[in-house]
């Protein structure tokens, strides 16, 4: 029994070539065609491995392998969504890993105590609906069903809608089961494992993550005849406010990141003084105080750049997950099987946010993390070396193995 690296290698490439970008990236965007093509794809291997397929209401896929009792499963998931132009690693290669281990399992002819369940979670990155990890975020009861169905991307199309466009709006309820444990193998998506020569990453926890939007109101006018005296430029304030983002982030230090990547201006043509802008603020820290002190800086400062330019704004905190630490048996375990893996490891933090963190609120969670090439992701550079990826996969089948336990 062991991972088939090839297989796995190949599995990569072919669901990476769904939504590809022409620089070798990926663009598959949650509940858009080339999501939907994804999804059949994995349905499709699932059922090859013999997995039996559900879909539950946000449209979620799990695939179970029988157990020898009925017992709560050991859950293996990730996501397929990616991001504009992002890589073809983030997410999917969890879902891939996962489905490498139970063919491993098939072809060493392991039966588990545990059943074992494959999941594939709807909309995790939050690039076309938000927030981020939505479908998670219903299963563990912190995101209303109907809100969910009702998120809106930029043009205005719902959720439930696209669910049903592609033909994935199951009837089974996302709602918390008991499980034995989550696991996820992810890339790193940052640069410790790469700059410290290991291949995997027993993950301890994930950062504390905020979301806000920022909707800033001028006075919409003529780019040429209106004096300077007299404009009210909603852009001019938008700018002031990103430059304080980063100098809270600059004057709370430590672990604080804080960005603006999200940036709408309106009318955004030439010859006119911008009447609105829309802006996105992400700020993470493990610390869930240190986000409230982050918040609570950049209020005021919003506050004073608004009123010396005549403008008026909404400040909207929409979206908030806490730093979430993984279940100390669930480490341990991994950790246990990073070693058996003869991989180079050790215990990190998440930067990112993950399906885990919410599966975290509902049982025992855990991650594996693998390398990325000079620490990028969410673009087309973003890769992972096979050989990092089979330790990381041996790693995760160890893992499941030990907490399902053999029949
Ligand atoms: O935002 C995140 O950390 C993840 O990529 N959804
Ligand atoms: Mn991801
Ligand atoms: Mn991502």
Known sequence: MRIDKGRLERSIEELGRIGQTPRGGLTRLALSDEDKRGRDWMVARMREAGLAVTV????????????????????????????????????????????????????????????????IFTNEEGARFQPAMIASGVMAGKIALEDAYNARDKDGIRLVDELERIGYLGAEPCVARPFRAYLELHIEQGPFLEEEGLTVGVVEGIVAIAWSR??????????????????????????EVVGGVRRVAREIGGDLVATVGNFVVAPNIVNAIPGRVMLSIDTRDPSDATLD???????????????REGVRYELEHYWRVPYTPFDRDVVDTVERAAKASGARYRRIRSGAGH?????????????????????????????????????????????????????
Do not use: W
């Open 293 to 307: 002190r982050a918040r609570a800086m950049l209020e005021p400062i919003v506050r004073d750049v608004c009123a």
């Open 355 to 407: 399906d885990a963190q919410y599966m975290a609120a509902i049982g025992p969670a855990g991650m594996v993390f693998v390398p990325s090439r000079d620490g990028r992701s969410h673009c087309e550079e973003e890769f992972t070396a096979i050989d990092d990826i089979e330790h990381g996969a041996t790693t995760l089948l160890l893992a499941a193995l030990d907490l399902a336990g053999r029949a």
């Open 56 to 119: 539950d209401q946000m449209g979620n896929i799990f695939g179970q392998r029988r157990g020898e009792a009925a017992l709560p499963p050991v859950i293996m998931g990730s996501h397929i969504d990616s991001v504009p132009t992002g890589g073809k690693y983030d997410g999917q290669l969890g879902v891939l890993c996962a489905l490498e281990v139970v063919r491993a399992l098939n072809d060493g002819g392991i039966n588990t105590r545990c059943p074992i369940t494959l999941a």
């Open 214 to 239: 920022l909707t800033i109101h001028g006075v919409q006018d003529h780019a040429g005849p209106t004096p300077m005296r007299v404009r009210h430029d909603a852009l001019v304030a938008a700018a």
